[in-house]
Structures are given as C-alpha cells and as structure tokens.
C-alpha cells in the first residue's frame, strides 16, 4: 500500500479512500503506531541529557505502553526496558532484552521474581521491606555470587509544608521512607550480607503538576543519601519518569521541554559528582513523554442525532480507548470526509458506544459537523490506552504501524475466540 504514503517519503495521506481500504481489512477503529515519531521523541530526550551528562541511560516504562513492536524498536535505540511486574519482565525477555538491560521496580516482586532477576543480573530496585529478606535469603544461598540491588526512596518532597503529589495525596506510598529510619534499617539488613553491594538509589514520585523544581529537589536529595548511605559502592542515581513530553495546543499548558529539565538534572549531577572518572550512571524512566503523540486512534462515524438542542456524533470507539482516565481534555482530532458539501459549522460532541452516559471521546467542539460515514482521528493517544484499555462490550481493536513507507500490523483486531479464550473461560 505505498500509494497511501506522500511522495514515497514515510508521510502518511489521511484521506477518505486510504482510511476506507483500511477499514475493510482492519475494521472500522483502530490504531495507528508513527515509529518516526516514537525514534525522534527518544533521540530528543535522549539528546537533550547525555549532551549535558555523559553517563545517562533511558529505561522506558512499559507499563505506559507494553505493545511488543512498541517495546522492541526502544531497545533498538539503546532505551532499557523498566518493568514494574513479572508480566512486564517476561515480555522483555520474550522479545530478546537483555536481562542486564532491565531494570525491575514496583511494589509487588514475588520472592521466585526477585530470585530470577538477580540470578539473571538485573537492576532489582526494592520497594519495602520484605523484599530485603528475599534478596538476603538468595545472597544466603549464593555465597559465591556478588548480589547487587538499588533501593526505592521516599522522602518529603512538599513546598511550603504543601503536598505536590498526584490528586493531593499527603505522602506517597512507595519506597522505603528515610524520615522514619527504616532507610537505615535497610542499609543495615542489606550489609549483614558481604556479598550484597546497594549500588543504587531510586526516586520515582508522581507529582500533580511535575515541575522543573520538583525534579531539582528530588536530584539533590537522590545524591546527597547517596553519598551518605553508599558513596563506596554507587553505581547510579535513578530519578524515575514522568516528565512532560511535548503537549498538544489544546491542553492549554506551558509544559517544560526535555531540555529544561535536562538542564537542571544534569546541572545536580555534574555539581555533586565533579570527578570524571567516578560518576554515577544517571537513569530516566520515560513512559507517557515517549509515546504519549506516537499513537492516533481512528474511528468511523456512525450516527449523527439531536437530542434538544444537543449534537452527538456516535463513533465505532470508546472514551476508553483514547482516555482510559476519563480527563475532560479534548484530544486533538481530525475529521476526514469524502464529501465536498460545505457543513454549516455546529457546538457538536462525540460520543462512543458503550452504554455509559460518560462515554465522551470528545465534549463541546465547535466547527463544520462530522457526518455519518467520516472518519475521526484522534492523537496524542499512545499512553495507557493498550494496557489501561479493558476489553469491556467490544473486543479490542487492532493496531497498525506506519514503518518504512509501509503499513503493518502490530496487533491484529481481537476476535470473540480471543476475548472468551477457551483456556480460561467454561462454556
């Protein structure tokens, strides 16, 4: 199909016959994977904090987008794989990772989890407590062997006695908390093991508004417990993700580029660590500023209707499928027709097919109406809708990929044998 692509140059044509021939092989909603765009938002970041400190590595955070394609053209680029549970950890191995590549976190390891990781040299950062006795009861059983792990901190990062965490929770409810002393605890536990070296200490906090400022202070307070706890055996500071990526215009927001917070992480790293030659491997865990704009999701319309003064344009999709959180936000979107009528322009909302009343793919727009049989292309839909999308009335649509001035198929449209799998459900 590389008649659809712009003068053979990997541009994708949006246009009412291409999105039409799709339809009859993939349906009438689907999703669109740009790999262009996913290469250029890593060769960004990636850019923007290895230009400013040398020793930097990327470990994407699957849990934001777990596609295997997805997964496997970021380890091409050099991007670890950051997992938060065995599901996650599988898959990296499954699609050829390295295991010393991947870096396990999350508050939920199993002890046979924890056993595998070490025994495959992965970065192992643990949560709480009782991961230490894991982690001691394998070093036990492995006198041989040098074990090393990371640690998760949670420390106060509020302003002004203020909370900056996530919907306004008071404190976080991961990591291991260095007020109360169980940071020292911790350490201790780890030490009594000679052959268990603490190489590295993690910081990851979801902040409401995930400022500049926050990531400053979270930097310090990573190298400074370094150089308190484990300055000997340090090996890297893990500042953890959730940065913004580049934003739409209709999100209204004057969010910080990869360069403003490079600037000021890397500016903490270089001043804490002024030594060339012992300078700690900085981490980033990216998850929604690296595919959040990779992704567009594209349904068709099948109904207009007036209900009082209202317009609904009912679509082939679902809220669920391009805001799993259910935000008000309007996505940007592209209406696609193969008419030439002119439309008056209209305060319109769309709709999707579930039989919930909050099902709004988008709410309150103004302009020239879409009409039955056109198709809407949303963007900016690459973070959390495959992973946080639940097979709820219809199954799951499938997902394209824009590769190369080709398109393929990086997972193929769930049918009703594949939503009620005969292995897990009785009939």
Same mark, same amino acid.
């Given at each position: ?89 599988? *898959?990296?191995?499954?699609?050829? +990772? =390295?295991?010393?590549? $991947?870096?396990?976190? &999350?508050?939920?390891? /199993?002890?046979?989890? %924890? ?37 998760? *901190?949670?420390?106060?990062?509020? +302003? =002004?006695?203020?909370? $900056?965490?996530?919907? &306004?929770?008071?404190? /976080?409810?991961?990591? %291991? ?251």
């Amino acid at each position: 199909m590389k008649s659809i692509f712009k003068e053979n140059k990997n541009v994708f044509l949006w246009d009412y016959q291409t999105l039409h021939q799709l339809e009859e092989k993939h349906g009438s909603s689907y999703y669109v994977l740009d790999t262009g765009k996913l290469k250029d938002n890593y060769r960004k970041m990636n850019h923007a904090f290895q230009s400013r400190y040398e020793n930097f590595i990327i470990g994407y955070s699957y849990k934001t987008n777990y596609l295997p394609y997805l997964c496997k053209e970021l380890s091409k680029l050099g991007a670890y794989a950051e997992v938060v549970s065995r599901l996650e950890y599988d *898959l990296a191995i499954r699609i050829g +990772e =390295n295991p010393k590549k $991947i870096i396990f976190n &999350g508050p939920l390891k /199993s002890k046979e989890d %924890i056993f595998l990781a070490l025994e495959n040299a992965s970065i192992v950062n643990l949560d709480s407590m009782y991961e230490i006795e894991y982690v001691r009861e394998y070093a036990q059983n492995h006198r041989h062997k040098d074990i090393s792990v990371g640690v998760r *901190l949670n420390f106060d990062l509020s +302003e =002004n006695g203020m909370s $900056i965490l996530q919907d &306004g929770y008071e404190v /976080s409810r991961f990591g %291991i908390c260095v007020e109360n002393g169980d940071l020292n605890i911790a350490i201790s536990e780890l030490k009594r093991e000679k052959n268990i070296r603490i190489i590295g200490l993690h910081g990851h906090f979801s902040t409401r508004n995930r400022t500049v400022e926050s990531y400053l202070r979270k930097t310090e307070r990573l190298c400074h417990l370094a150089k308190e706890y484990i300055n000997e055996t340090l090996e890297f500071i893990d500042i953890g993700g959730g940065i913004y990526g580049e934003l739409p215009n209709s999100f209204q927001l004057d969010a910080p580029s990869f360069d403003d917070y490079a600037e000021v992480i890397c500016s903490v790293m270089n001043k804490e660590f002024p030594d060339q030659n012992h300078r700690p491997i900085l981490i980033l865990e990216p998850g929604v500023a690296m595919v959040a704009n990779v992704m567009s999701f594209v349904s068709k319309v099948i109904e207009v209707k007036s209900i009082k003064h209202h317009q609904f344009v009912l679509v082939d999709g679902s809220v669920h499928n391009i805001k799993p959180t259910m935000h008000r936000n309007n996505l940007p979107m592209k209406v696609i027709t193969g008419k030439e009528r002119k439309r008056d322009d209209h305060h319109y909302h769309v709709v999707g097919y579930t039989c919930m009343e909050k099902d709004y793919l988008a709410y309150n727009l103004f302009g020239e109406m879409p009409d039955k049989g056109d198709y809407l292309i949303f963007e900016n839909v690459g973070a959390y809708t495959i992973v946080f999308n639940p097979p709820f009335i219809k199954e799951r649509p499938g997902i394209l990929v824009l590769e190369k001035n080709e398109i393929l198929v990086a997972r193929e449209k769930e049918t009703f044998k594949q939503f009620f799998n005969e292995e897990l459900y009785s009939f």
